[in-house]
């Protein structure tokens, strides 16, 4: 919708907010939560009408990075008592086990593992919680209303059919990497082939290696991971380079069984300890946007959807939801200022933000979604990580996005220590 119809119809909208948020994911209900504190009147918009719906291809995995904003929103004790899995990673590859100690003890945060069956309505009940913050499930939205090229409202529908407009200061797409509000926006969006596909599933009744612990093989190219999660039930994922796919397009069940039973040190698997169906995609692609623009902002895998290998999605949704309302303050007061300017300058701090907090580690990323073999630097520093114990615990710092990109690969220690270990 454009500008005369738009304006015209802001007249007889519903309430007007400062702050729309379409999508009540956790990257939505974080960022409503979080900008509710500052004082802001936030309608969270939701298209599923259940409060209980939740996103489920997704890893389970929430980094040290991100774990903080689960304090900061109030739901992490919440969370824990429903089961949360406060865990420490260990990393197979072929120069042995990466075993890290507890991040903890060395300043780190902790990383935990839950299901999003239990972490999505947890969130969103808090969002919905709060005072003001309006929650509208089943509401779908159209477009996005402008006024003079600025975002300024949302035209949505109700399951029924009815229309509603809604209006405010600052749009906030947190709404996937299909994002509605992206594509409104005009966004330009780069696609990033993924060269590997996956398939996970809830297992029940195997053994628990190393207690909690998460472990990953990087058997290079092919990766696998095991979750311990809440309901007793843990998640294993394999994630092989596309050229094996016939495998599993033959028999899934089979394929995944022969090749999670042949991943060193991990549990047996049976038929009967999958609980429900094998789960995964074949095609995800590496989703990425910019952030901002006037009137409106994009956050969680609206702005970037990475390799689901890393299970970072959870942790960048937390964090670019706390990195936008810690840039954004309050709407209504920077509003009575300077009509939108501080609202702009404060989208392109966002921006600045999230780009200083994701670009290094994003560029990695996809050089290695093209299903390629470790290169010679990356076999250098998995290679000192397995055999050097203060480097298998900066391993960790850096895999968890705790320490950046460059602080870690221009350490003289990690360094040496690689250099004179490879083999």
Known sequence: MHISAATERLTHTMDRYDIIINGASIAGCAAAILLAEQGNRVALVEARSSSDSYKVLCTHHIHGCGSPVLDRIGVTDELLRAG??????????RWGWISPDNPVKHGLNASYNIRRETLDPIVRKHAAAHPNVDLHLGLKTQSVVFEHGRAKGLVCRKSHGEEVVLQADLIVGADGKHSKIAECLGSPTRIVENGRFSYFAYLSNIERPDD??????FLDPDVAYLMPNDGDLSVLAVIPEKSKYKDFENDRTAAYLDFVNRLPGAPRVGRENIAGKIIGTVDYPLYYRDAAR?????????????????????????????????????????????????????LRTYERRRSAGTKMHTHLMQGYASGRRLNLFERILYSAAARDSTEANRFHAFGSRQISASSYLAAPATLRAALGRLS
């Open 212 to 217: 909690d612990r998460t472990l990953s093989w």
């Open 294 to 346: 006037s009137g409106a902002a994009l956050i969680g895998d609206a702005v970037g959807a990475n390799d689901p290998l890393w299970g970072i999605g959870c942790a960048w949704a937390l964090l670019s939801a706390q990195w936008l309302a810690d840039s954004i303050g309050n709407v209504a007061s920077k509003r009575t200022l300077d009509g939108y300017e501080s609202i702009d300058a404060a």
């Open 84 to 93: 949360m899995v406060e865990t420490v990673p260990k990393y197979w590859t």
